[in-house]
């Protein structure tokens, strides 16, 4: 239909984007899931990997390549997303400070472009729109297939929890444990806020080392940090991961009343947050608006960070989990779409909050999306140098900042594989009608 049509196209995988991302205004939305290429193939291997198609979710390949004893290297949180939803962000979880995002764990894509044309592409073999995709938030081309890096997986997962008091030992901490050798398989934390009764929660999952030093511990009205490792156990190794991991946690400077364990599959730890789902779910709770804020900060910025949004911003409750976790830039791939911070290690901070409908409260969209906002501009007048993870901007000006040095790259890839912005419109990068052509 050319550049005279106001047709526009946005893939939608399993519907976990923000703010009508993946939403097309008068155009076409392709539901990805109901794409029906072939079957998912597992290659084991001395380098294992298995090609899906962009529709497929991660628990799927999960199941299936566990038949194979092998699974993905790099995760999300939440399992129930598509393949090319999370490789168009970049896929981060507790595994990302060795293994990196989910796009450094990619060999090859098959992509369809905005001009229509069917492209496989990889490290060797068209490189330039491979990186580009790889982060590109859709606006070059749509992952139809994906071939992914596999490992050999574990059969069990030893899982700790324990509790800091003060951010900076907190931070220092898991800054430690993602520069050493890799003694966890997967570091992350989160920041509690006024929760009543929190460790007796944890029980239902975890066991207090300590049963008599946990029940005297309080956690109400004050803000804690979380520390969530995890430590992989493969056939007949038990004992010695158990020997490990008391070495290791007697270096690191937790409450010791909050030590917190359990030995769970692979399966029930990589997909723990479906457990909350089907709760949420059961509550009604589930299919409200998530008006989620993800945020990267420089480490050297973190304790700024810290103290004025759990300070002063954050001081009643959280409307939901709240992960802040540091990685290795090192990990990361500076050719691909994806847009971080500068310095070598930088965080993760995810508000991960949920608003109850038709609240006027502090439990309300309203009120969220007004706090996130206090935490953007704080961010902004501070010059944290913070970039947003699935970023959301109304203008392209803003966009360009976002960017940075890297929004000529952007705007060329835009131009050579998508030259009339018919993709993904939802992230109001590129407006069709006004792309001029020399």
């Known amino acids: 239909m050319g550049p005279h049509s106001e047709l526009t196209v946005a893939a939608r995988g399993h519907g976990h984007s923000l703010q009508g991302q993946s939403q097309a205004h008068r155009g076409v939305v392709i539901n990805m899931e109901s794409l029906q290429g072939p079957d998912m193939q597992v290659h084991p291997g001395n380098s294992p990997y298995v090609d899906v198609s962009g529709g497929e979710l991660w628990i799927n390949i999960l199941h299936e390549s566990l038949k194979y004893g092998l699974a993905p290297k790099s995760w999300t949180d939440y399992l129930h997303l598509t393949v090319g939803g999370t490789l168009s962000n970049a896929g981060v979880s507790g595994q990302a400070f060795w293994h990196g995002p989910q796009i450094s764990n990619v060999h090859q894509l098959e992509v369809v472009t905005g001009k229509g044309e069917v492209v496989t592409c990889s490290e060797k073999q068209n490189s330039d729109l491979f990186h580009g995709v790889l982060g590109g938030l859709g606006q070059f081309g749509i992952i139809t297939r994906a071939r992914i890096a596999l490992e050999p997986a574990p059969c069990k997962v030893k899982w700790i929890r324990v509790l800091y008091s003060d951010f900076a030992t907190f931070a220092i901490d898991q800054e430690n444990l993602i520069s050493a050798e890799k ?31 946990a029940s005297q511990f309080s956690s109400d009205g004050r803000t804690l940090f979380c520390l969530e490792l995890a430590k992989y156990i493969h056939q007949d190794e038990t004992d010695r991961v158990n020997q490990e991991i008391e070495n290791l946690l007697s270096q690191l400077s937790f409450i010791t009343s909050t030590l ?45 960070f810290a103290n004025e949004v759990f300070g002063n911003i954050l001081t009643e409750t959280s409307n939901g989990p709240i992960l802040i976790y540091p990685v290795n830039k090192s990990k990361w791939d500076n050719r691909t779409s994806i847009v971080i911070p500068e310095e070598d290690i930088f965080y993760l901070v995810a508000f991960l909050t949920s608003a109850v409908p038709s609240s006027t409260g502090t439990d309300g969209l309203e009120h969220i999306l007004t706090q996130n906002k206090r935490i953007l501009e704080f961010c902004e007048t501070a010059h944290l140098g913070v970039k947003q993870y699935l970023p959301h901007y109304n203008a392209q000006e803003e966009w360009r900042t976002h960017f940075g040095p890297s929004w000529e790259v952007f705007v060329r890839r835009k131009l050579a594989y998508d030259p009339l912005a018919l993709l993904a419109p939802g992230q109001r990068i590129f407006q069709k009608a006004l792309i001029t052509f020399s």
């Open 183 to 213: 003694i966890f398989d997967y570091i992350e934390g989160f920041v509690i806020i006024n929760r009543t009764g929190l460790l007796n929660n944890w029980r239902s999952s975890f066991n207090p080392q300590d049963p008599v030093q």
């Open 260 to 304: 917190f364990l359990s030995e769970v599959t692979y399966v029930e730890f990589l997909d723990r947050v479906h457990v909350s789902e089907v709760k949420l779910r059961s509550r009604g709770l589930w299919e409200v608006p998530h008006p989620w804020l993800n945020l990267f900060i420089p480490k050297s910025k973190i304790q700024d």
